[in-house]
């Protein structure tokens, strides 16, 4: 099965500031990578998914935007961070239409 | 898009009762999952369903893609067993070739002792 690898685990950080959440995958080739986020409550939302290297489709407009820069590698970035960015970010895989896994997430504050 | 529900919203057992926790979803999919977010905030895969039944251990699942849902069973729970429940689904957006993992709300369960 494939390994999701999210660092940092936990993250925060002051508003206006920027952001980058990298996630690397293992065990599979050419993913299909998404970024969720997860408010307070208990909704995962959708933010970002990627078929392949430098194609990226946007879920909501948001402050955030993600890139793709190599097969098994998904970032997640902003320029200047919003309170209302704070979350928790998980980013997943799955290889065409099958089984997707997770990796173990990243806890944003911004203060 | 696609819909998926969750429910009970909530629920509360005590350790040793069964449960069973239902996933309707709005339109055809070519797979359906089921995970369990620990304490810590990790997804842990239960079950890759889009259809018939599954079993590991005091947890099974069934989906019946026909009629768009699926059941979740956690038989003797634990407290363990805690935390939230969510199913999944993976459909084709647009007819494109790739899938778009949407999630419903989850279902938070507690054990009790």
């Known amino acids: 099965s494939q390994t999701i690898h999210q660092w940092p685990a936990t993250l925060v950080q002051p508003v206006g500031s920027p952001l980058s959440l990298e996630c690397t995958v293992e065990?599979?080739?050419?993913?299909?990578l998404y970024w969720y986020r997860q408010a307070a409550g208990r909704g995962l939302q959708l933010l970002f998914y990627s078929v392949g290297i430098g194609q990226i489709s946007s879920e909501v407009p948001q402050n955030l935007s993600a890139s793709r820069p190599q097969d098994r590698q998904f970032i997640l970035s902003s320029k200047k961070l919003l309170l209302s960015d704070s979350g928790f970010y998980l980013c997943?895989?799955?290889?065409?239409?099958?089984?997707?896994?997770f990796g173990q997430g990243t806890r944003l504050t911004v203060v | 898009g696609i819909q998926v529900e969750q429910s009970p919203p909530d629920l509360i057992l005590q350790e040793g009762a069964n449960s069973t926790l239902r996933c309707n979803f709005s339109d055809s999919v070519n797979n359906l999952q089921w995970f369990h977010q620990n304490p810590w905030g990790q997804l842990i895969n239960l079950f890759y369903i889009p259809s018939g039944t599954k079993q590991n251990g005091r947890l099974s699942a069934t989906t019946v893609a026909t009629e768009r849902y699926s059941l979740l069973y956690i038989s003797s729970s634990q407290t363990t067993d805690s935390g939230v429940y969510f199913c999944a689904v993976l459909y084709n957006a647009g007819g494109t070739s790739y899938g778009k993992l949407t999630f419903g709300q989850g279902t938070i369960l507690t054990v009790h002792p």
């Open positions: 997943a895989s799955s290889r065409l239409n099958t089984e997707a896994f």
């Open positions: 065990g599979t080739s050419n993913p299909n």
